[in-house]
């Protein structure tokens, strides 16, 4: 099929239209990272529109990147499309990339469309670091652990769907919403971050693994913002002193935080359930 | 699934881990590509062994780097894994990745597995430009038309596949090999190129587009040899004035060229159809 040719050669630009793009950088560091968003592992037919499915494929890969704190500036798309795919499906797909391209400041750079059973997305983004790289092994003993946004809306969503139900278009199943502006803001004084894609007690669990540290509950959260995952929203750690700066830095970006546990030495093992669809 | 342990952790290196892979580059020209190979798009279950796929899928994405005359450095993978994939298969999946790797001196440094129906790669491959980028725009008028290696074999195996039969090991359906020292050496000689993915009469219809350009046949050339598709020998043109110091290049790199067009004024129309499953 030469749907690329009605997708990803419609964002003309100077990198599309040999077998790679060609990016002059400066020197610095820059990160890379890859995800694959596919019909029947993480969405069936039906459950979201053609716009949404590009929106949420480019949505959780520039999460990555955030959570980095790094600032996206690529994209490499690949498509694996249906061959009943529609004209209008391909023009709503395109939207959704266009929309998020134009939010973000990011280029779609070149990729590759094949047909294929079911829809499959694959995608590479490349961003440039603003300032340090916060990684998931930065958390330090005596840490507070904190996450943005609310928590438990994505499984919600996803249990209603599973059902058989219909889940509105705002659902954070649907349409993550990055907490970029507070994350920029603060991550000089985060020791350590990583987007809830698992759900919250997983990926803790991830990130103690890595930090090589266990972490305390301070304050009780429900199954449902524990076991939510597909959230986006950012796990982080923080050292104590910079406690009032990051409330404030919070509050300036109108990201709700909560704060709930603390870094501690030894492991920590969840026994939280993750779901994903 | 969390094959992913099994798979991309396993390349360990101080990349893999986080949610990107932070990489420091000096200044210069980086070229991306990345290409889906897919079961029941590429191949059919039982055509090719898990090395064979690993192997392939790698290829023909390095050809994309080479045929633009950039050094493959950084690989990203995504994975779709049916869930009855076996440790020995998925052993045996590590083993073609980490050979091309070998071979080629490039580093996986991150990735995305989720279960799947159908076995789904996607490569994107980072490289840095040797020299000057090499691109499907670049030809010229009078400009003489080559191609590296034999062409037909590769719709040779397909045809024997889709029939039922049985291919060699060697058979250049499943196994491309890449004439990258060849077109390294003569690149600052080369004005055009792309490898041959479609096929050849494909192919150079799409680099005379490029090129703006029509290209004439000084050489008759077998229906298998302008069809056949997924080839990756290098399809390039040269100015007259190089043709003695290509030919002595392709001598030394043992790499057999044939000159079979030129580049002309006007339009190039294909009549060949590509053969791709």
């Known amino acids: ?22 990016v002059a950088h400066e020197r610095g560091r820059l990160v890379y990272s890859k995800d694959l ?30 959570a980095m704190n ?27 990339f266009a ?3 134009d939010e973000y400041g990011v280029t779609i750079i070149g990729g ?3 047909g294929s059973d079911k829809i499959l997305l694959s995608v590479t983004i490349i961003s440039r670091l603003r300032g340090k790289a916060v990684l998931r092994s930065g958390a330090k ?5 904190a996450f943005t946004g609310e928590l438990g809306g994505s499984l919600k969503g996803l249990r209603t769907l599973l059902n058989g139900g219909q889940v509105a278009s705002n659902s954070r199943f649907k349409r993550p919403v990055l907490k970029d502006k507070f994350f920029y803001a603060a991550a000089d004084k985060i020791n350590a971050a990583m987007d809830v894609s698992d759900g919250l007690g997983t990926d803790l669990a991830k990130l103690c693994a890595q930090s090589r540290c266990g972490a305390k509950f301070i304050k009780r959260l429900s199954k449902h913002e524990l076991n939510s995952g597909e959230e986006y929203e950012i796990l982080f750690t923080f050292s104590t002193k910079n406690r009032a700066k990051i409330l404030s830095l919070a509050r300036k970006t109108r990201t709700k935080i909560t704060i709930f546990a603390k870094i501690t030495k030894g492991k920590f093992k969840s026994n939280a359930r993750n779901h994903h669809f």
């Open 112 to 114: 590759d469309t094949i």
């Open 37 to 66: 968003f596919c019909e029947g592992t993480h969405f069936r037919a039906g459950w979201l529109s053609m716009e949404e499915i590009a929106r949420k494929a480019m949505l959780v890969n520039l999460s990555d990147a955030v």
């Open 1 to 22: 099929m030469d749907k690329e040719r009605l997708i990803i050669d419609k964002f003309s630009n100077s990198f599309i239209g040999d077998d790679g793009a060609v």
């Open 141 to 145: 003993n005596g840490d507070l652990v």
């Open 99 to 101: 929309d998020v391209c």
């Open 70 to 96: 790094a600032e996206p500036k690529f994209v490499l798309l690949g498509l694996g499309l249906p061959k009943n795919t529609s004209a209008a499906q391909i023009s709503a797909l395109r939207k959704g």
